[in-house]
């Protein structure tokens, strides 16, 4: 017998992974389907051979379905309304990224989620690879010594169509949190300040900013510095960034697609030389997880299962969300933005 009867709510393209990832488990069956369009949740229901309901009403389909659990796979903009309905109705969530699309709806759903005692987490998928949790074990292990800068590079043209190219903010508000969350993760640090500029270059087909270069403090009292676009044709750099990281005793540096490496001090007295010489050491690829929206998902059900807090918890991705809005706050004043109270 299934123990989460869940809800899937907004029936885009990106909702097949969610379905999928769903119906391979055997703990959970979908009760119910919601789009604000009706022939969407029909679709979907046919093209994964699902007999459950279809709705245009979340509240409805909660409460008639008997549903615990909400997949909240709508654009950003919706996020606070079909989040707080079903924590409200309660049901835990599993959301997309962003949380939602304003700090203070961020916040006002940390401190619903709080009052109901259920538990909302947020797809931070690009955590979830084993390369990248190899470079945090390099940073963490003190391989490279205490850490001053962090700089990823993001370089990408997809061609989406759709509510991507009609955005203010595109790369910032739909994507960049991905890395954003990414450094926080790699660091273990916390933002503390931003200065972001915002900019659409020549050939860019969004009708927003496309472009931004983004510097952060963060609590380690190192800084984090994103270069990235949404409309770059040519060399382009993984999904999950290129990344440098320079510490006290050398570099670790990953290019997003294979393993991580560091180049560190070589052992033995090198007093006197210009350019020191340098060992290389390799990082133990080893993290048993699945990769994506498999793993975090698999992460978000093993804490409701012991009962604790998902790492990606609202809670935590809050810190995230500061610093997307806070880089788009900077930009938009021209000046350094503080975040320390941002998710307070």
Request: proline letters at 3%; charged letters at 20%; aromatic letters at 10%.
């Amino acid at each position: 017998m299934s123990k989460y009867h869940i809800v899937v709510v907004g029936c885009g393209s990106m909702a097949n992974v969610w379905v999928e990832y769903m119906l391979k488990r055997e703990d959970s069956d979908i009760v119910a389907l919601v789009d604000i369009k009706t022939e969407f949740a029909q679709a979907m229901a046919e093209r994964h051979g699902l007999t459950c309901g279809v709705y245009t009403n979340l509240e409805q389909a909660i409460q008639e379905s008997g549903a615990n659990l909400v997949l909240d796979i709508t654009i950003p903009s919706s996020h606070f309304q079909v989040c707080g309905t079903a924590l409200q109705q309660g049901c835990d969530v599993f959301g997309e990224k962003p949380m939602a699309a304003t700090m203070a709806e961020a916040r006002e759903l940390v401190q619903l989620a709080e009052r109901t005692g259920r538990s909302f987490s947020v797809m931070q998928n690009r955590r979830y690879d084993a390369n990248i949790r190899a470079l945090r074990e390099i940073i963490h292990a003190g391989t490279i010594g205490r850490v001053g800068y962090v700089g990823a590079d993001f370089f990408l043209g997809p061609h989406f169509g759709g509510f991507r190219e009609a955005m203010e903010s595109p790369l910032i508000l739909d994507m960049a949190i991905h890395t954003f969350d990414q450094a926080r993760f790699i660091t273990g640090a916390d933002p503390v300040s931003v200065y972001c500029q915002e900019f659409n270059p020549p050939g860019s087909w969004y009708a927003g900013n496309a472009s931004a270069i983004c510097i952060y403090e963060l609590s380690d009292g190192s800084v984090f510095c994103y270069r990235g676009s949404w409309c770059a044709e040519g060399a382009p750099t993984s999904w999950e960034a290129a990344w440098r990281v320079t510490g006290e005793q050398g570099t670790a540096l990953w290019d997003g697609i294979g393993a991580p490496y560091a180049e560190i001090i070589a052992a033995g007295d090198q007093a006197g030389k210009f350019i020191r010489d340098y060992a290389r050491v390799e990082s133990e690829v080893n993290w048993p997880g699945r990769s994506g929206h498999a793993g975090c998902l698999d992460e978000m059900f093993a804490a409701l299962e012991e009962g604790r807090l998902a790492e990606t918890d609202c809670r935590d991705n809050i810190k995230s969300m500061a610093m997307v809005l806070g880089a788009i706050d900077s930009a938009k004043l021209g000046q350094k933005v503080d975040l320390r109270n941002y998710w307070n």
